[in-house]
T-cell receptor, first 113, second 115 residues
Framework: KQEVTQIPAALSVPEGENLVLNCSFT??????LQWFRQDPGKGLTSLLL?????REQTSGRLNASLDKSSGRSTLYIAASQPGDSATYLC????????????FGAGTRLAVHP | GAGVSQSPSNKVTEKGKDVELRCDPI?????LYWYRQRLGQGLEFLIY????????KSGLPSDRFSAERTGESVSTLTIQRTQQEDSAVYLC?????????????FGPGTRLTVL
């Protein structure tokens, strides 16, 4: 059974720091991996999607890497800002079922001025 | 519309009552998903619709939960005889099944509170 774990569960940093959020999954048979941002009272915003054949994706200050064989992904946030404060969720789509995403519990990030 | 919409945004009900939650997917998206997020936990898959194919109901937690979708339009999730453990945020997502490689786009969710 696929399980997704995110570490740390919560993180508080001063503005300007570079951050690394970790995601691990138990079954390497995935189709893709997606990172989301969730703001309180709002839905999920897709940040980056990495196909199983890719090693990384970049969007602005965000960079996500994928090491499928070791079951790991990292989300790197450069020069963090207070507006980055949110919960970050990692989700994998298993190869055998295109029908669903399996989510981690998230990392709650607070960036203070 | 511009994005996935859900209604109501909040629902408070009494234990034992039935509730109906609605999702409007992005126009043109053939796939629709329902997830549940309990407080402090990750999202749990509930059900998936793809066009006119039989839905994947493998995530529904009990027979009190059911969902319908007509064609590629609106979906409703119904919870009968609600229990306190049903309290959660119910999120809907939609996607294409080609091109952007199944990237899912989520609505704002419905927060359900069962008293």
């Amino acid at each position: 059974k696929q399980e997704v774990t995110q570490i740390p569960a919560a993180l508080s940093v001063p503005e300007g720091e570079n951050l690394v959020l970790n995601c691990s999954f138990t079954d390497s048979a995935i189709y893709n991996l997606q990172w989301f941002r969730q703001d309180p009272g709002k839905g999920l915003t897709s940040l980056l999607l990495i196909q199983s054949s890719q090693r990384e994706q970049t969007s602005g200050r965000l960079n996500a890497s994928l090491d499928k064989s070791s079951g790991r992904s990292t989300l790197y946030i450069a020069a963090s800002q207070p507006g980055d404060s949110a919960t970050y969720l990692c989700a994998v789509r298993p190869s055998g079922g295109y029908n669903k995403l399996i989510f981690g519990a998230g990392t709650r990030l607070a960036v203070h001025p | 519309g511009a994005g996935v919409s859900q209604s109501p945004s909040n629902k408070v009900t009494e234990k034992g009552k039935d509730v109906e939650l609605r999702c409007d997917p992005i126009s043109g998206h053939t796939a629709l998903y329902w997830y549940r997020q309990r407080l402090g936990q990750g999202l749990e898959f509930l059900i998936y619709f793809q066009g006119n194919s039989a839905p994947d109901k493998s995530g529904l937690p009990s027979d009190r939960f059911s969902a319908e979708r007509t064609g590629e339009s609106v979906s409703t999730l119904t919870i009968q005889r609600t229990q306190q453990e049903d309290s959660a945020v119910y999120l809907c997502a939609s996607s294409l099944t080609s091109g952007r490689q199944y990237e899912q786009f989520f609505g704002p969710g419905t927060r359900l509170t069962v008293l």
